[in-house]
């Protein structure tokens, strides 16, 4: 991956010489926003939000109250509460144009928004305690985003809103701590009034991703090659790849696909002109913790907690020598699934292992030409996804 950025990266400043890559695509002012600029910019309200978690992380949560469409009432409504996948924040949400992004077709269905951010991506990189320059900051996987950032953010929501109970949307890693505090956390499962899950990701036995090679590099080699803080933070690097190289036209299924070597790509339903965007926000971090979870859980092909590593640390952390496992069937919450069948992170054959352990399972759907990613920034995503997910948060609500 990296062999590829830098190659790409080179070709560029050739290109830039020569002139022989194409012209340049005009650039997307949303590359260089913030999250609440990205939402204002398409002239919808923006709020936003710092969340404190129980062991001292700062979140920072953003809000679209109410659409363009129903700005002159502005009482309460419904409210639904976007979560984002691995590596990702919540500009995943609002990363297309209006009529192509969930977040503003929901505020403009008459929804009052709101869009998370996990621990240690770009928005949520503070800690009461510990700076990010330090390891123990670092120190998280999936596990305390369910046990801690789930519960301080949708206890915010409830008592900011006044809403008893939220819809929820997660898309991949979101669908993972969803299902783990749902299951786990009853305080937490009865504020859900239904859980949306796109791609969803428990085990990963099947996975043909990036993860799946990273699973088979040995613990304290992954630690050489990737520290013990930060994996994968956006940098300049990215939005430099983003806005001066893969807006030029004929580089953009190359870097689509260093963009996508992690989930895959189908070239039929991404819209490369809003690459920029994409690139100019994502990766957006997580803890090298993280991924070395998911790699445990290439290798094990279990939903448990992180292994840390010996018998007597499992004891410390757990009680118990070896990590728990998390059973998805625990949990009640009415939930409707949608997976892509050419996913290679959350491959159809985990999903099948996983559908019949959702003891509430009210809808789902199995879009064969899709991918990780389409759920988010397919072209086709509403036709697909959105107006399903629309039409029934109205039925919902009746």
Known sequence: MWLLLTVTSLISVVGTTHGFLGKIAPESPEAYMNISQMISFWGYPSEN??????????????RIPYGKKNAEDKGKRPVVFLQHGLLASATNWIANL??????????????????????GNTWSRRNLYFSPD????????????AKYDL????????????????????????????????????????????????APVATVKYTTSLLKKLSFVPTFLFKIIFGNKMFLP????????????????????????ALFIMCGFDSKNFNTSRMDVYLGHN??????????????????????????????????????????????????????????????????????????????LIYHKEIIPYNHLDFIWAMNAPQEVYNEIVSMLAEDDK
């Open 49 to 62: 939000y710092d969340v404190v978690t129980e062991d001292g992380y700062i979140l920072g949560i953003y």
């Open 98 to 119: 209006p009529n192509n992004s969930l977040a503003f077709i929901l505020a403009d269905a008459g929804y009052d928004v709101w869009l998370g951010n996990s621990r």
């Open 134 to 145: 330090t390891v123990e900051f670092w120190a998280f996987s999936f596990d305390q985003m």
């Open 151 to 198: 519960p301080a953010t949708i206890d915010f929501i409830v008592q900011k809103t006044g809403q008893e109970k939220i819809h929820y949307v997660g898309h991949s890693q979101g669908t993972t701590i969803g299902f783990i505090a749902f299951s786990t956390i009853p305080s937490v499962a009865k504020r859900i009034k239904t859980f949306y899950a796109l």
């Open 234 to 257: 956006h940098n300049f690097f990215y939005q430099f790849l983003g806005t001066e190289v893969c807006s030029r036209e004929m580089m953009d299924l190359l870097c689509s696909n």
């Open 283 to 360: 990766p957006a971090g997580t803890s090298v913790q993280d991924i070395l979870h998911w790699a445990q859980a290439g290798r094990s092909g279990k939903f448990q907690a992180f292994d840390w590593g010996s018998p007597y640390l499992n004891m410390l952390h757990y009680n118990q020598d070896t990590p728990p496992y998390y059973n998805v069937s625990a949990m009640s919450v009415p939930t409707a699934v949608w997976n892509g069948g050419q996913d290679l992170l959350a491959d159809p054959r985990d999903v099948e292992m996983l559908l019949p352990k959702i003891s509430n």
